[in-house]
């Protein structure tokens, strides 16, 4: 009984739990179906909502695509518009052409006709013209006796024989031209030669070379950017010619005087090792007071050799200075006292005051010292000086009177003349090359220190170029390049020379301080 109980109540557990899962389950059912309906509305609303969108979104574009559709048609109207006002253009400018074309056209046959009508009176006219002369050559024949040929034959010898005597003519004219032309280019030959001489002749007379102890100081003298070479040729007015020629340094200048100073300045420079524009200037300076020096003690050994005592101290100056000259290529202070010389020789046969003739035969030539500073004979120049500084006047006589600027009346005078010429005269005594050479060179450096405001000039490759120095106070920038164009004409004007001559004015300012 107890296990039927027990089976009783496990049934009846059973049957309840099934009634309870099964009344579970449908309340989860409707419940799911509930949530179902629910999802179902939101999601019917929420596709009505962007159909709505979707549908206003096409509304959007299809307007957006009407509005770019009306412009592009606008533009397009616009551009057919133009072309067509463009057609409208070009076909009036054709029409007008073409109406152009058709007044041509009958223009051209007007003129077609004009031309055939002119090419009928042309035959017409011919035609004419060939029957008169048919019938003047008739008459000729029957003036003149003569066929055509006759006459076609007379004719030609008479051309033959005026083309002879033309022939003959232009064959004189040609052989003279060839003769000119000769001679011409014969006189260019000898000239070429004649200066190839002399160029190198002046190139051992007028270049000094300076020895250097090594290459480096080269770049040293020309320092930088040129400063310290243009101060140097600025200062001494002597051309520096740096080459490839090893350890050495070259001075151009047709003045020994100016080359010695040059080269004093240079050795010293390069001895004291600073080389610079104010030092430069420095040591041109004290060589040139040295060699003012070096000259006066030279002319005072000249007057010992030459036995003559007494003489002015500015004399025996410039007598130094003369060492420094020449004259033919020979040495003005050498033929003085070769002149010195020869008068005692000369008055000591004739009888005559042999100390006075070898004291004018000594300072005959005294005017070269300064003919490049004062205009006129150096005769005459040296006779004023010597004047000037108490000579006797039969010493006055002898010097003015020695190239006969004035008649010599004194036995003395004709005594310095006669050993002048003794002295110069003797065989390679002398070379006329480099006098004409240097006085050239004389001329250029006068005719640029002849202007005003010019204080140092200075010729310089070998007479090519001169370089004028002037003065800032009284020349601006703008008259320089004046100067420089009035010197250059005065040069053309007044100097012959081969080639061309460069002119350059140089206008330099200088400040200078001392600080203490």
């Given at each position: ?50 159909k709505k969108e979707l549908i206003l979104q096409g509304r959007d574009d299809l307007l957006t695509q009407k509005r770019e559709q009306e412009s592009e048609f606008r533009d397009r109207e616009r551009e057919i518009k133009n072309r067509e006002r463009k057609l409208e253009d070009q076909s009036a400018r054709l029409d007008e052409k ?381 008259m320089t390049y004046v100067l420089c164009k009035q010197i250059s004409e005065k040069i053309e004007r007044e100097l012959t020379y081969p080639g061309q001559i460069r002119v350059t004015v140089i206008r330099e300012r200088r400040a200078v301080g001392c600080a203490k």
């Amino acid at each position: 009984m107890t296990v039927i109980y027990v089976l009783c109540a496990l049934l009846a557990g059973c049957a309840g739990g099934w009634i309870l899962n099964k009344i579970i389950a449908r309340k989860r059912l409707g419940d799911a179906e509930t949530l179902a309906r629910r999802i179902v509305l939101e999601a019917r609303k929420e596709a009505q909502v962007q159909k709505k969108e979707l549908i206003l979104q096409g509304r959007d574009d299809l307007l957006t695509q009407k509005r770019e559709q009306e412009s592009e048609f606008r533009d397009r109207e616009r551009e057919i518009k133009n072309r067509e006002r463009k057609l409208e253009d070009q076909s009036a400018r054709l029409d007008e052409k073409q109406e152009k074309a058709t007044a041509r056209e009958q223009e051209l046959l007007v003129q077609e006709k004009e031309l055939t009508r002119r090419e009928r009176q042309i035959e017409e006219n011919e035609g004419y013209l060939q029957t008169r002369i048919e019938e003047q050559e008739r008459k000729l024949v029957e003036i003149a006796g003569l066929t055509p040929d006759q006459a076609r034959a007379r004719l030609m010898a008479d051309v033959r024989q005026k083309s002879l005597h033309e022939a003959a003519r232009m064959a004189r004219q040609i052989e003279s031209d060839a003769k000119e032309q000769a001679d011409r280019k014969a006189k260019e030959i000898l000239c070429m030669a004649i200066q190839r001489y002399a160029g190198d002749y002046v190139g051992e007379q007028t270049v000094t070379a300076v020895s250097l102890p090594s290459e480096d100081i080269k770049g040293r003298i020309i320092g930088r950017e040129g400063r310290n070479i243009r101060s140097l040729e600025a200062a001494t007015g002597v051309d520096l010619i740096i080459d490839d020629t090893p350890e050495t340094v070259i001075l151009s200048a047709y003045s020994p005087l100016r080359r010695e100073i040059a080269k004093m300045a240079l050795e010293r420079l390069i001895q004291d090792g600073r080389i610079h524009p104010a030092r430069i200037e420095e040591m041109v300076q004290k060589c040139t007071q040295e060699m003012d020096v070096r000259v006066r003690e030279i002319g005072e050994q000249a007057t010992f050799d030459a036995g003559v005592h007494g003489i002015h101290p500015e004399l025996v100056h410039l007598l130094g200075q003369l060492r420094y000259r020449t004259s033919f290529t020979q040495n003005v202070l050498q033929h003085s006292l070769e002149v010195s010389a020869l008068c005692g020789l000369m008055a000591a046969e004739l009888g005559l005051d042999e100390k006075k003739a070898k004291r004018a035969g000594l300072l005959h030539d005294i005017g070269k010292a300064l003919d490049h500073e004062i205009e006129g004979p150096h005769a005459t120049i040296g006779a004023d000086v010597a004047k000037k500084y108490n000579e006797s006047k039969e010493i006055v006589h002898a010097i003015a009177a020695h190239h006969e600027d004035v008649r010599p009346s004194t036995a003395l005078a004709v005594l310095v003349q006669a050993a002048d010429s003794i002295s110069g005269a003797r065989p390679g005594a002398r070379k006329e090359l480099l006098e004409n050479y240097v006085k050239r060179l004389e001329n250029l450096e006068a005719i640029a220190t002849s202007f005003e405001g010019v204080s140092k000039a200075y010729a310089i490759q070998a007479g090519r170029e001169v370089r004028a120095m002037v003065n800032v106070d009284t020349v601006d920038d703008d008259m320089t390049y004046v100067l420089c164009k009035q010197i250059s004409e005065k040069i053309e004007r007044e100097l012959t020379y081969p080639g061309q001559i460069r002119v350059t004015v140089i206008r330099e300012r200088r400040a200078v301080g001392c600080a203490k």
